[in-house]
Structure formats: structure tokens, C-alpha cells
């Protein structure tokens, strides 16, 4: 089979390098090019010494030089309100992907509201594809724009989707998240700063982070019903991982053995999702550096508690990314993500 | 005025040593003896380097040597059901304050039945007084025996307090707590490995750590309802504190102000504790070190978010033990203890 | 005693607020004001959240507002650069610690070569004393101005001039210097972004620190011969701190216990040097968050081996100018300087 | 080709779980089995639940069931003394890497001396080949028997060899190592846990680490000098990583860029080493999971400054290994190693 080409349009960002991770080690893809408008030159062995002996890219800028060569499909690893306005530069026979939260809303006005832009592309909301490949395995599998969800909404859609598709649960669910530090982007600022984040831990944007009506929006869809999410995501202090505790009320009596059965059924055969056993829990420590989602769970009378676990940087971004990739060209999803992780 | 005469019984562990980095100095106490039977006979400064210079205290064996010298207040910083044994070893003119669970609960068959202990000492629990001075300030200046509380329960009692005893709120609570190492003890295992812990997060004890009767039983006595706490604990991959995230159902409408009105129609004059302005969020970092229990809170729309912030071994048990020696001597209950931080 | 009224100039970073959390304690001083160009006119309780409740100081901007109250002494806590501007704003009877490199060179060339400024003061120079209160005690008892020294040399100098002194040790020196991320600043900069550093450890400005040719000067001056100083300095990931691994070649034999006698000798009397017994090595944990510097030491042959640990925000800035203070106003330098540490 | 099949005696530490995550991708190799003593019937799922859906192994007792099935080569990753007693469950035409010190000593009264244990195997100390495949290729390619060589030795004798071999140093050699805290292993001890590590950093081991002697009688071969290393190890707060900071004296006058040449002459055709241009120095983040080394320099006047980093339990140990392997089959040494590192 021939590699697919691809491009990543914002590579100097985490998301960015950690595409090119991944795809840099997929056998059946070639990384074409990668862009970056503010390192655009310099080489990727100057810019991330970690590709020194490896890999001989450079930036290029797509302001300046325009698309360098035609590719398969474009990643695109750019900041929320820039995205949109590059989905042009592609002609209809190149497929995209784009990272940013630009074509994730169905409602445009929702979208305006909570990222505080006008859409330049509103059309293609309507043909973007929420790209979870775990539930929107089809859809994806024809897209030619996938939005790929956010890193906090993917570590709860996963889990939940299965108990509000079968009526199990109720309409208020309570997301209390923790995200390490990438997920603010490798641009310094205050917060992220070693010295005010190193042995601290605080909640953020509480009761009006962004991906709260992501996510309302989302399981609203899936479940036919108004679904209402409390979400308090807090600051941990380490690189990588998305730990969420999700509690939700039983709508009727279910055993834990039940619920371990449907979520078997749901997610037997997908294979980045490890359903563990009632009373077994995640740790960031088993799917950091991974593609996996983790989930446990637990019954406390008509309290259901559900912890998933992801790394933000891949199954909460890039590693998503590829697997949507792997559907749109009809590959195995398993092929060329990462399953092994550092341990210690 | 005359100093106070101190003993601590188990002072090698954490809260033993954090009792002695608050008692030696405070300026109305002295600290009489230490006792360690795992380090009896070596001195403090060979076990803790930080005490070189500073001061010259010997570890002793109450069990060999019995009581050395009579002090007028003796803390137990001993392990859960050890610590009851000690009891009989002090007459009734020694004032005792026991940082373990011994002594509570009201409900002794709770006890038995959480810690799987028989206990040596079911008179005393009647006279036992919960030591959260915010709470329980007049019944602590009497109290001849403290039973201090768990870290989690401070972190969580003290901000729902208000809450339940004005009848705002169901009585289901969910609390999704978060705590740094120092709270599993200083004896080496697998779960305090660096490498185990470092870069990671879990959740654990999930919907079976012994802190939730604890905090049941408590708030229902308080409030003279029955309580009942879902409750999540989380391993931060830090050394000290818990940030705790409250989820209440408000039964009726009230305003953000109204709720921060109430805050400080009860806190107000309570030194150690601060509440935030609505919006305004505790992290780790402004307490840890010091006594305080910083405060915040949401409402969205009848969900309302609590989040409090303590050191655990610090206003979660040796400072929060030294607040109620305070107020047993009749001394301001700020006297002597830690505001300072270390920042950053 | 009337208290000495103390102004902090450039309290907004992290030696001004380290100057903050030793002098609002200290029980011979008031801090009658405060001063920052960036945040001036906010309050100290809104910018750093630890201080509610505790202190109502404002930072004022002195380049508006002029010098507001008198003060006995004023400490800038300032860049390098700026500092010495501010000199002239106050009066000869004002004595003046300065916590930047301005005055802490005799030979004004080395000091424009090394930081690339022409000197405002350079008649301070000769004026200016060194402000190692080990060393130059007498000095600084007498002095108006007063240069704190660089934290990597105050954590070479101490330990080493014993050595030196008594023509010990030969005149290359190598020191292997690893520092916490303190040491770079407030400002949030990439080299201090937390991904960039939690995990990882490095090697910074290698042969080019400026601390080397301070070092050198000093080192030189004191012992009357050229010394030539190795000198590598490496980012740790923690918050404070900084232990230096010092190594020397002997010039006869000597035994360890000779060295030993031969510190207790120097620093007995100095409360804030503890010599380790040899083979006994110093930790950053036992001295992080006080004014000591730890010493240890072993001879491999003719091989010295020197470890000093300090904090580097105390004994390597703020703590020690505080002792500084203390000495220039004839208190004992022991007084309102933290010796207690946080453990674990 | 047929897969090389293989088995690793002493798979639950962390060198025997790092030789399993390289060995399991390791495109020409087949895992037949994996022991441990204490885990023996356990699975690897449940010992480590990275991987669940992965691998489905489990750890046999090979005390207990002998060697279950014939394998080409065998990894021994037990602790030194045990190591050597296993030798001889292995048929000549099984070949054996030894991650133990139990072979890497010419001299059998050294390492009886340092390890304090009889050698049961002293005939094969002069079989075994001492495992660098940078310096040993020839005879690495031809042994029966590798001894897998010590983590910090890996980080100094790399760097050192072409300096040594061309006579453009002194004999003295100091060398200042940092290591991360897995170097200690998996039992849990004081000394790693978590709350005794987390922020501090401490010199272990000083003049006495067993690594010194083996990089004594190692370089002296190498060299045909008496080589005399001062060693001083540290234990940095992180997982993984040595960085290694070796100051050399230049016996001539050489230029950085002669230095560079020298590195590029030994070392361009070994791909795991990564030489940079002088001034530029490695970053563990930049190896850490991977097997490369990656060298700095600088000169200073006659001193010459080298560092080096390395992952201590891959190139510092289990990629190492395979590395060796993969020249004992005659596969190119790249092949099956890791060379991605997570970012950030």
C-alpha cells in the first residue's frame, strides 16, 4: 500500500510535536511537511534536540510559501479562530483534520458565544464529523472534515455514553476532572511557571471552562435528552494525563456486573478502551505516552462513579487525531499509535 | 503566665514531627519528652538533620520507661488502636489529645466495624470531644480528652457546616477530595514509592475509605439529619495537603452573597479560617505549611461547588491538634501556630 | 528596643516577597512600606493570596510617588542594573543591603565586562562591603552599604575559605553547582515553563555563569593568591535550593579530623553554618526554607570533597541579608531567621 | 529470519520490565517467557496493568519449573550475587546478558572486595565481554557471555574513551553524576520514598559507590594507564535519567573543534551516540526512554568540561542489553531499540 502524505499546519506546538510522534513511526504514513509560522526555517533538530539523528524537517511557513506539496490530509495544530480560516487552503480531495475546537459545534451561535469569534466557515459545521472514533466510527470512516474533540470532553463522552444511551442514567452529571500541565500549551505564562505549579494543585476555570458546552452539546446529541454537566477541572502538577471522576445517578437498579457487561458489549472490540473490572480503578501512570482510555467504576447504591484516564497529548489529541485518520483511510485503528508507556 | 508542659507520644512519624516543628516554638509551651519505641534512645537531631543546633531532645520508650515526667498535656500521635491503650497511662489531670480514630466516633460498633478493632475504651467515648475548634470551640475549652479529626473530614465539615445547620442543602453530598503523600505515613511502601507516585494520579479507597463514616456520622449530628457522603479521595503526586471539591444540591434560591454572608457570619471571628469571595478559588500552595482552611465556593444554578484547601499535617492534624491544646488552656487559638508559607 | 523601620524596594519578585515573609516576623522590625513599579497601588493580600488576613500592605511605585515614609534601612530587591539607580534616592543616614550584583564587585572593569553595564556608582564600589556575615562580620557591623553576594558564591565561599585561608588547598577549584528553579525568577520564561523542567535536569551557562568571576574575585581577595574557579552550574527541577559539590586538591596531608577541627575552628560561633561530622553529607530537604547552610565533606587522597547545601532564596538572598540587617543594627544575627523547615 | 526467541530471568524489576517494554516491539524477537520469583503465576496484566489488551504473559518460577523452553538467549536481571548462580542452568549454545555487576570485573578480587561475595563463576570473568557496543563491537559480536555494564559507567566511559585513548588527558578524572530515583530499584526503602525525595536532592554513596571501581579498572584497560576517577553520585527528584558532568585535564593544547573531530572519528557510525557541537550540552529530557547517549563539551583554558546523559535503565541498562544482543545476531544495532522520547 502506498504511505499516506500528510501535513501538519502547526507543528511547534505540543499537540504539533506530538503528531509528529506518532506519525513520524507510522509504517504506513509520510510526513510530508510541517508548518510553524514563528520557527518557520528553523529545523526540527534545532527546535526539539530529541530529533537529532532522526528525522531532517524544517518548517516551512504557509503564509509565506503557501502548500508546499500536495498531501493525503492535513492536520491541523492550531490555536482556536486560526483554524477555520486555513480550511480553504485545501482543495476538496485533501482531508482534514483539525485539533482546534473551530468545527466541533453543531450550533454556530454556541460556538460564537463560548469562543467569543464570528465562524468564518460556518458550512462546514454542518459536514464536520465530532471525531470519537469509538462512537462515530462511520462517520468518520467517510468525513473529509474531522473536527477532533477536546481532550476533557473525550475523557467523559467515552465513558458515559454507553449508561445515557441505554436510559440508565440521569440528565445532571457531575465531571470533576484533573488535567497536568500541557494541556495549557507550551506558550510561558504565570500559570504555568515550575515555581507556581510544583507541589500546588488548585481548580480553574470553574463553572465556565470551555468544554463544558462542548460536552453538554455532544451528549445532549447522543442521548436525545438535555443533558446538564457540572465540570470543575483542576490544575495537576505533572506533564501529561486527564484523570476524571464522573458521578452520575442510577435511574434504576443495575448491577455492577450489568454495567461491566454493557460496557463490554459497547467497547469490546474497540481497542484503545481498557473497561477494568468493578473495583479497579485507572492511574495516569498505565496510559500516559499511550493511545488508551482507561475507565473503572464503582456502584454506591444509586450513585454510579466512573474514573477514566487518558493522556491529554494523545488519546486527548494527537493520538485521536491519527486513529480518526486510520478510519478515514480505512486502516486498522490500532496501527501505528503508541500502546507502550515508560514504566517507572 | 507559666508554660505548658508537653509530652507527644509517636513523635518519628509524620504528625509526630510536624507536632514538634509547631510546639518548639510556640512560645507558651515546652516540650517535655518525645517518646519513638521504634527510635528510643536516639537523638532527634541524628533522626532529623533539621534539628541540629536547634535543639537536643531524645526519643524515649514509654513502654519501657513508663511516663518520664509529668506534663500537663500529652498528644497521641500513635497508630489507629494503639492509641487507645495509651489512655490509662496518664491520670485525669493530663489533658490528651489523640491524633488517631479511637476516639471519634460516638458510635462505637461504627468504630469496631470501620477499623476492625475492638475498643479498650468505650467510656471514654462519651467524653471525647471532635476537635474542630471552629466547630466545637466551647465543648474543647472543657474537654479533659480531644479525639482530633481526620484530614479529609476538617477539609469537608468545616465549609459544609454552615450550609447544613441554616438547612440550605440535601442531605446528599459528593466530595471529590485530592491528597498529597505525606497522608499514607512515613513507613515505606509500593503506594509512596517516588517512582510509583511521581508524574502519576489515581483515584484510591474508592467508596471505602474509613473517613467517610467518619464525615457521616459528624455532619449528621450536626445537622440532625441523615448525611450521607459519596466520596472519592485522590493520590496527588505532591507531599502535602488536600484540596477538597464539594458537590451540594441547594434545597432553596440563594444568591452567591447571601451564602458568602453566611460564610462569615460563622467564620468571621475564626481566625484560621478564610473564605474567598465568590469566583475566588483555594490552591495548595497559599496553605500548605500553615493552619489555615482556605474557602471558595460557586453556585450554578441550584448545583453549588464548595472547594477548601488545608496542609493535612498541618490544620488537617498536628496545627489543628495545637488549635485545640489552645483553646483547652484558655490560650487565642492563633498562638503559636503557622501562618507563614514557604512561597514559591 | 524601638523597632527598625524597614523599606523593601522591588517586592513583587521572589527575593522581595522571601525579604517579605522573614521581616514581617522578625520581632525587632516594621515594614513600613513596600514597593513595586509593576503592581503598584495593588494589595499585597490580592497578589499573593497567602498574606489574607495576615498583613494589609500595598506595593507603592517609588518612581511616582517618591520615597514615602523614612525608613533606618532599605533593601532592593531589584535587577541587576536597575539597583544601583536607586541609590541616591536616599539619604546617608538610610543604610542601604542591595540583593543585585551592582556592588558587589571591587574592580568596577570585571562588573561592566561580566554584565555589560556601565556603573552608575562606581565611588560605591569602594564602599560597598561584601555581605557574607560568616566572614566579614566586623565589616558589615560598620557598614552603610552593604553588596549581598550571588547564591551560588555565598554556597562556595563559606565552605571553601577555611581552606584557603590556611593554604590548604590549591588554587583550582571546581564547583558542580545545582540550583532549584527559583534562582531564574518570577517572569515566566520558557526555561522556567514547567514541562520544560518537571522530569528533566540539565546543564546551564556552562563556563559563562556570572557567578564565576564573582566568585573569583572574592576568593582571590581573600585569600591573597589567584584563584581560578571551574564553575558549572545545572537547572534542578524543584522549587529551592542549591547544593554545590566543591572539589578540591589538598596541598599536604591532612586528615579529615583536622579539617573538621579546622571548620569548628571558623564557624563555631556561627549560628548558621552546621558542619556535618566527616562522611555525613547535607540534603537540600534539611535546609530548604531556613537561613542555614549545611556543610559535609570527605578526602579521597589529596581529593577534597566539599558539599554545601543552602536555600537560595534565604541564606543565598533574602535570609542572609536579613542577618546582614541584624549585624549592622547590632542584633544577635540569629534573630527573626527561619530555622524551621517544612518535613517532610 | 526466524524471530530470536528469548527469555528474561528476574522480569518484575525495573531493568527486567524495561528489557520487556524494548523486547515485545522488538520487530526480529519472540518474549518465550518472563520470571520472577516473587511474582511467580501472576500475570503481567494484573503486575502492571499497562498491559491489559498488550501481552499475555506470565511470570513463571524458574527455581521452581526449571527453564521451561529453549531460547536463543537469555537475559539475566537479578540482583548482583544471584545473577552468576543462574549461569549454569543455560546450555553453551544459550547466550547470556548479565545486567548484574556479577561479570564485569576482569579482576575477581576486586569485585569479591566491592560486592563483598565469593564469585561462583570465576572462569567465566574471563570469557565475558564487557558490554559497551560503541567500544566492544568485535568482541561483543563473537561472546557467549555479556556483562551489561553499570548505568553511570555507560555515562562516563562513552565520553571519556576517545580522550583516554589518544592520550589527550590526565589520569585523573573527576566525575559528578545525577541520577533519577528508579537507579535504586523497585522495593520500596526510605530512601525512595516519595515524601523523602520529592523537592531535594542529596550526594549518596560519596567516595564509596561501586560504580568507581568498575570505571577504574575499565578505563585503565581501555587506556593502559592507571586511571583514578573521583565519583560523587546524586540522586536527583525525577524517575529516570543520569546526566553525567566529567571534568578531565588536557595534558596538550587542543582546540574545541579538534575535540569535535575526535568524537566524530569514534563515533559517527555508532547510532545510539549523539555528539553535539561544542557550547551545546544535552538535557536528560531529551534521552529519557530513549537508548541514546548524548555528549556536550567545553573547554576552558587546560580543564575540559564532557556531559553526558542517558536513560539509566535503557542505554543505562535494558536498551543496552538489547543493543548487545542485536550485535550478537548480527542485526544491525538500531534495529528494535527505542528513539522516541515523550515531549514535553
Known amino acids: 500500500m502506498e504511505r499516506i502524505k500528510v501535513g501538519i499546519a502547526g507543528g511547534s506546538g505540543y499537540t504539533g510535536l506530538e503528531l509528529l510522534r506518532i ?57 482556536h479562530g486560526e483554524s477555520m480560516s486555513y480550511l480553504k487552503l485545501f482543495g476538496p480531495e485533501v482531508k482534514v483534520i483539525d485539533l482546534s475546537a473551530d468545527f466541533r459545534f453543531k450550533n454556530r451561535e454556541i460556538y460564537e458565544k463560548v469562543y467569543g469569534i464570528t465562524h468564518l466557515e460556518p458550512l462546514a459545521l454542518g459536514e464536520a464529523v465530532y471525531g470519537i472514533p469509538e462512537i462515530y466510527r462511520k462517520e468518520i ?28 442514567v440521569e440528565e445532571d452529571i457531575i465531571v470533576d476532572s484533573k ?29 465556565k471552562h470551555r468544554h463544558q458546552p462542548e460536552m453538554e452539546e455532544n451528549l445532549s446529541e447522543l442521548s436525545g435528552r438535555r443533558i446538564r ?47 477494568f473490572p468493578p473495583g479497579s480503578f485507572p492511574e495516569l501512570k498505565w496510559v500516559v505516552g499511550s493511545n488508551f482510555i482507561d475507565i473503572g ?28 485518520m486510520n478510519l478515514m483511510f480505512g486502516i ?12 517507572p
Open 23 to 79: 506519525l513520524h513511526s507510522h509504517p504506513l504514513v509520510e510526513v510530508i511537511w510541517i508548518s510553524s509560522e514563528s520557527f518557520a526555517e528553523k529545523s526540527l533538530e534545532e527546535y526539539c534536540p530529541a530529533w537529532v539523528k532522526r528525522a531532517s524537517l524544517e518548517f516551512l511557513s504557509l503564509s509565506k510559501q503557501g502548500v508546499p506539496s500536495p498531501v493525503d490530509v492535513v492536520f491541523l495544530a492550531l490555536p
Open 141 to 168: 470512516a467517510q468525513a473529509r472534515l474531522v473536527a477532533n474533540p477536546g481532550c476533557y470532553p473525550t475523557s467523559v463522552i467515552i465513558p458515559v455514553y454507553p449508561l445515557l444511551k441505554e436510559g440508565l
Open 179 to 207: 488535567s497536568g500541565v500541557s494541556g495549557a500549551g507550551k506558550k510561558p505564562q504565570e500559570s504555568t511557571h515550575f515555581c507556581e505549579v510544583y507541589g500546588s494543585f488548585k481548580a480553574y476555570g470553574v463553572g
Open 229 to 275: 454537566v457540572t465540570f470543575v477541572p483542576h490544575l495537576l502538577p505533572v506533564k501529561r494525563g486527564i484523570l476524571s471522576t464522573i458521578y452520575l445517578k442510577l435511574r434504576k437498579e443495575v448491577s455492577e456486573q450489568a454495567i461491566f457487561e454493557l460496557f463490554k458489549a459497547y467497547y469490546q472490540d474497540r481497542f484503545w478502551v481498557r473497561v
Open 297 to 324: 467504576f464503582l456502584k454506591v447504591d444509586k450513585q454510579l462513579i466512573l474514573i477514566s484516564a487518558i493522556d491529554n497529548l494523545t488519546k486527548g489529541a494527537s493520538g485521536q487525531a491519527v486513529q480518526n
Open 332 to 343: 486498522d485503528e490500532r496501527i501505528g499509535l503508541p500502546e507502550n508507556i515508560l514504566y
